[in-house]
């Protein structure tokens, strides 16, 4: 979920609110390549070594913890009430809930606190995160949520009835619009609490945790409620099961763009039409948008 001024669901809020300043840092700081001084473009140059900055690093670790820990509670309460019946499926919902609270008010203010790719490609195709930090974000978050996954396995075996991860109860396509509505709903709220000036960013982890809760408590018996592809590959990766698997890397990713786009389009209301369509900005940006 994601830092204000860097598209963030902790801390302040979510990462956007200094985003010139954070795209200045994104360009030389996060994103970490150093430039030696007398260096050119020719082919040794560029095949010279790039180093990852200590802020983008910081950010990377933070999403592998923020990841691990969120998929090691939400998972483990499944794993826990398959084996053991003691958590139940409110219990459940509550942990999940829970967890993603915490962990965006543990490390939203150092990475954003996306832990799910979709909210990451989401905030990247709304201009609110750079794409070169993308694939990295990503893969920090599979390796969290594999890693996870393979902790529960160990501790819990690899009973086949024990399998965490999510599996369709019903059709594809019935937990395929399933989970793009709920991934929407959770972009909606992430893209509100992150992104507008106007929000308090000191309730933004309650806020995603709550939407994530309630998420889980009427979807989670019929698609699983994963919202978050990273939840869905790190337990299939493990478990080497990926029935359906298809639902839950591309539903939520179409979700999380089209929940992110939503709000943006309800921003451009927050003020009077004529001084919208006075100052030309917004219609000059589809103009463009509609020439590219």
């Known amino acids: 979920m994601g830092e204000k001024g860097e598209n963030s669901v902790g801390g302040n809020g979510m990462q956007e609110r200094n985003m010139e300043e954070g795209a200045v840092r994104n360009e030389v700081g996060d994103v970490g390549v150093t430039a030696n001084h007398g260096y050119g473009s020719s082919p040794e140059d560029r095949a010279s070594i790039l180093a990852l900055s200590v802020p983008f690093l910081q950010k990377i670790i933070a999403e592998v913890f923020g990841t691990y820990f969120l998929i090691f509670a939400g998972c483990g309460s499944v794993t826990v009430n398959l084996s053991k019946g003691t958590i139940t499926f409110p219990g459940i919902c509550v942990v999940w809930g829970l967890v993603v609270m915490v962990m965006v008010y543990a490390v939203g203010h150092i990475s954003g606190a996306h832990f799910n790719p979709a909210v990451t490609i989401a905030f990247a195709t709304s201009g609110r995160f750079p794409w070169k930090q993308v694939p990295v974000y990503v893969s920090a978050q599979l390796v969290g949520s594999t890693l996870a996954s393979g902790t529960l396995r160990l501790l819990f075996g690899g009973k086949h009835e024990h399998f965490p991860g999510t599996i369709p109860a019903g059709s594809d396509m019935q937990s395929f619009v399933l989970e793009f509505i709920i991934t929407f709903y959770l972009m909606f709220v992430i893209s509100g609490v992150a992104t507008d000036n106007r929000a308090i960013g000191e309730l933004a982890g309650l806020a995603v945790g709550a939407t994530v809760l309630l998420n889980v408590l009427f979807a989670g018996p019929i698609s699983g409620a994963s919202m978050n592809p990273a939840r869905s590959l790190g337990p299939a990766f493990v478990s080497n099961r990926y029935e ?23 921003r451009f209301t927050n003020k009077p039409l004529r001084e919208i369509t006075k100052s030309g900005s917004f219609l000059r940006s589809l103009g463009r948008n509609g020439s590219n």
Do not use: T
Not at 244 to 266: D, Q, S
């Open 244 to 266: 359906g698997i298809w639902v839950y890397i591309v539903a939520p990713i179409i979700g999380a763009i089209a929940g992110a786009w939503a709000y943006n389009i309800i």
